[in-house]
Antibody, heavy 117, light 108 residues
Framework: EVQLVESGGGLVKPGGSLRLSCAAS????????MNWVRQAPGKGLEWVSS????????YYADSLKGRFTISRDNAKNSLYLQMNSLRAEDTAVYYC??????????WGQGTLVTVSS | EIVMTQSPATLSVSPGERATLSCRAS??????LVWYQQKPGQAPRLLIY???TRATGIPARFSGSGSGTEFTLTISSLQSEDFAVYYC??????????FGQGTKLEIK
């Protein structure tokens, strides 16, 4: 069974940092592009970042302005999102999702990041 | 950036009836559009890809149509488990991948 499990969310103060992880299982992780998508409370879905299977290509939403860094470790079947200079508007559930020909399938259960003083 | 606009924001339909949800793109995305279903407290689930192909395990009552800038998700006979929020997403021009704002399908 294909499974994605996020971790690392929590409460952080404005200006702080957090590192999210996503553990993948049930498929050949190194063959797939991976993504982070977030959802603010009561809001819609927002694409955050994508990374190609071998980390050659990396893309970010313009709104992040260089504060987030996506990475992966294919030996550990893991995806990461380093988030720095966090703001209140970064408060959201963060999902990791596998790319499948341009869409996202499946998604993990998400991890909640709350930025508040 | 391609802007995706869904309508209506909320749709009230009785169980057993048909629901029609719309998604419009600000420029052509060809057939490179997907639909997701999201229930409260859950991650989104892929329903339709390529504008009209059902994902694995998705019941036949779900169908997608359209191309270019106008797309429709139809649920032919609503079951209780179908009441949820539905999102469209384009993957024709990226980055960024862009989503519609969602349509909440509620019980009438």
């Amino acid at each position: 069974e294909v499974q994605l499990v996020e971790s690392g969310g929590g409460l952080v103060k404005p200006g702080g940092s957090l590192r999210l992880s996503c553990a993948a299982s049930g498929f050949t992780f190194s063959s797939y592009n991976m993504n982070w998508v977030r959802q603010a409370p009561g809001k819609g879905l927002e694409w955050v970042s994508s990374i190609s299977s071998s980390s050659t290509y990396i893309y970010y939403a313009d709104s992040l302005k260089g504060r987030f860094t996506i990475s992966r470790d294919n030996a550990k079947n893991s995806l990461y999102l380093q988030m720095n200079s966090l703001r209140a508007e970064d408060t959201a559930v963060y999902y990791c999702a596998r790319s499948d020909r341009g869409w996202f399938d499946p998604w993990g259960q998400g991890t909640l990041v709350t930025v508040s003083s | 950036e391609i802007v995706m606009t869904q309508s209506p924001a909320t749709l009230s339909v009785s169980p057993g009836e048909r629901a029609t949800l719309s998604c419009r793109a600000s420029q052509s995305v060809g057939s490179n559009l997907v639909w997701y279903q999201q229930k409260p407290g859950q991650a989104p689930r892929l329903l339709i890809y390529g504008a009209s192909t059902r994902a694995t395990g998705i019941p036949a009552r779900f169908s997608g149509s359209g191309s270019g800038t106008e797309f429709t998700l139809t649920i032919s006979s609503l079951q209780s488990e179908d009441f949820a929020v539905y999102y469209c997403q384009q993957y024709n021009n990226w980055p960024p991948y862009t989503f519609g704002q969602g349509t909440k399908l509620e019980i009438k």
